[in-house]
């Protein structure tokens, strides 16, 4: 009977989450823009995105952390940033052109998966700005499952409140290294108040992994500063620096068009090793 009680506080408790999570998009406060407008009316703030939360591509992937793998995958339309080097800026930016998705046809996608996924990974896009259906997805999924929160972490304190007890791991992006390049290269204000505090927060609860891409002309501004904030900060994280950079077609920054020089590369691998960050935590096949 205990069992059964347990059960089904949490099944009121993910209700009573999902709720929440609902509120708060009728007034939209999941990221940092804060930008206050009823998602259920329109997808007027930044991100684009209406109440219908849209999916790009939902798929089991056998690429990511060896710990997760194989996990299953939904990639949101959808972005609360605007990055120059944006592998996905045409789902990010039209999120509205992408089917819609079910949780429970999700849930049931995942049960008939062979061989059976280890984890669940919420991607984007930027899965934040779809906080409430990543929640229902969350509560119709089968038990046992590993739940990744796959981030750039410009989210607010509301979101994580959310998340907490949710989540069991994250994965975050650790773009810039200062709030200059942020609002240049991604539309973001006060980014390195924002995204270390949330760092700050998940490195407390749960695993971390933390993931830094090296781009074009950003290794003295942002990787430099980045990099050693980590080493200071988030000891237990699990840090991935990424020099697989994709050249761009940025329009307004014409230096995010060419790949990384190899003295870039070499210059933020050795610092990552001067720091500790060992070459096991590299990762040169993920953007």
Known sequence: ??????????????????QAAESLLRSCRFCEHRCGVDR?????????????????FE????????????????????????????????SNRRPTSHPPVDPHEVAARVRAQRPAPISFSFIGGEPTVHLHTALRIAGALPPGLQLVWNSNFYFTSEAAALLDGVIDVFIADLHFGNDECARGLAGAENYLEVVTRNLRWAHDRKPLVLRHLVVPGHVECCTEPALRWVAAELPAADVRLMTNYLPGESRLIPEMNRPLAAAEIGRAETLARALGIGESGWDTNRK
């Not at 059964?4 to 099944?11: E, F, K």
């Not at 259920?40 to 790009?56: E, F, H, I, L, N």
């Open 1 to 18: 009977m205990t069992g059964r009680t347990d059960a089904m506080r949490q099944v009121s408790h993910m209700e009573e989450t999902i």
């Open 59 to 90: 798929d089991l992937l056998w690429g990511e952390e060896e710990s997760i793998t194989p996990t299953y995958a939904v990639f949101f339309a959808g972005c609360n940033l605007r990055c120059e080097f944006c592998s996905a800026a045409e």
């Open 40 to 56: 259920t009316q329109s997808g007027a703030g930044k991100c684009g995105c209406t109440s219908d939360s849209r999916v790009y």
